[in-house]
């Protein structure tokens, strides 16, 4: 895998939180490497209400982690 | 994406709340750009209680970021 | 939304859950603002086994932030 | 309800366990007060195994807490 | 319950790995006590993919409890 | 089980990440210690789209922990 994060450190919440999203993406491209099967899964999943759900909880999860990682961009 | 947060700091614990809900709704926006299908998913989801427990945990994990990042309002 | 919480501090830990419960209730409140709605939900969600055990989560993880907030009660 | 949780203090890990046990099923008491439901509940969710683990989840959260609460034991 | 834990420090994080894979099976047997009732299980979740997920979050919570326990083995 | 790990500590954010992927996967393998039957299962979790998010939630929950242990990489 190419480089792709060298730092947890963003400037704002909104490039933390755009970081947490890169980071969940991530967490499903390491499990599912074919980008042409995960834009098929994407159709699906983000039609579902509960998948989309699911999908932000992981984003939460990252970005509790990139929060913390920033002392809260205090 | 237009700026929508610049910090994690409120004034109180419901205002922290609040933002945590924001939180929320935005990692299904990231998800799911489309605001049409969202209000469609959301007739649904608000509807289910699985979801809606669901989303409430969404929103208590984005809620203990929230919180730690304003020292609980002590 | 009125004011419901104007502080995270709670003299016992089992003020504390307490406190943790209205917070899962709110995050439910929040996104089906409907009492109506919500009275039919739970009678299907308090009867099912999968839908109590995730509500606990809920409580769990705000639990968890309103015990950090109020330093475990030492 | 009666109070049934004065400290998240235990001696050993595994007080805190049972304590970080008695906390999950207190967050099921308060959603689901009928003893009587969640004993034909508990029939059911016993012999299910996504119920188990995610019951065993919910534990695992609490457990966090109580963990911290007693500076792990050291 | 036999005493089975005394202590969440380990020498390493592979033997703290695999405290966290023993607490998540208490809460399972403390669930369900049924030595036989949990072996018929397992040969359920063991070969299905999104229960050995949910079993992997649960060690996954539990080994973040165990790690903090042991500042990560610096 | 062979050791597989002997430190948390990582040089970049990235190898924390890669690092938080083996501990998910080491985490199935404790519970199904067969790689045949965890091949034919990843046929079906690589292309259900909740399973994958629910595989990026456990990588999301390690990755906290291993970034913790890292101090973030600051």
């Given at each position: 895998m190419?480089?792709?994060?060298?730092?947890?450190?963003?400037?704002?919440?909104?490039?933390?939180?755009?970081?947490?999203?890169?980071?969940?993406q991530?967490?499903?491209?390491?499990?599912?490497?074919?980008?042409?099967?995960?834009?098929?899964?994407?159709k699906?999943?983000?039609?579902?209400?509960n998948?989309?759900?699911?999908?932000?909880?992981?984003?939460?999860?990252?970005?509790?982690?990139?929060?913390a990682?920033?002392?809260?961009?205090?």
């Amino acid at each position: 895998m190419e480089d792709w994060i060298t730092s947890l450190q963003t400037d704002t919440p909104q490039k933390g939180f755009e970081l947490a999203i890169v980071l969940a993406q991530k967490g499903v491209m390491y499990t599912q490497p074919s980008a042409e099967v995960r834009a098929e899964l994407r159709k699906v999943y983000s039609n579902n209400p509960n998948s989309l759900i699911m999908a932000s909880h992981v984003v939460a999860n990252y970005f509790q982690t990139v929060a913390a990682a920033n002392n809260y961009w205090k």
